[in-house]
């Protein structure tokens, strides 16, 4: 079983960076990509970035590239996203999940083996 919990959200300017954190339980972390995904009120969850198992793949949607970059650090069991020029249009629930498949690919969200609880991330314009 693995336990994620997402940190580092919070209330920032337009123009503004974050960077959120997704820390994992257990020992198998390596053993999972890890993706980020973001859901606004009323509007339904959307892929925002993916990095593979050992951090060698990313990918990322259109609408982050160039402002988000996310990383792993294996051995202390967590996921990061930085964001960077910040715009209204990202506030957003920021999940993490994880899947056992190797793939920066996004998939429907009962492919994934786990998911966090999520952390606000709001963005004033």
């Known amino acids: 079983q693995v336990q994620l919990v997402e940190s580092g959200g919070r209330l920032v300017q337009a123009g503004g960076s974050l960077r959120l954190s997704c820390a994992a339980s257990g020992r198998t972390f390596s053993s999972y990509a890890m993706h980020w995904f973001r859901q606004a009120p009323g509007k339904e969850r959307k892929f925002v970035a993916a990095i593979s198992m050992t951090g060698g793949r990313t990918n990322y949607a259109d609408s982050v590239k160039g402002r988000f970059t996310i990383s792993r650090d294996n051995a202390k069991n967590t996921v990061y996203l930085q964001m960077n020029t910040l715009k209204p249009e990202d506030t957003a629930v920021y999940y993490c999940?994880?899947?056992?498949?190797?793939?920066?690919?996004?998939?429907?969200?009962?492919?994934?083996?786990?998911w966090g609880q999520g952390t606000q991330v709001t963005v004033s314009s």
């Open positions: 999940a994880a899947r056992g498949l190797d793939t920066v690919v996004p998939v429907p969200r009962f492919a994934y083996n786990y």
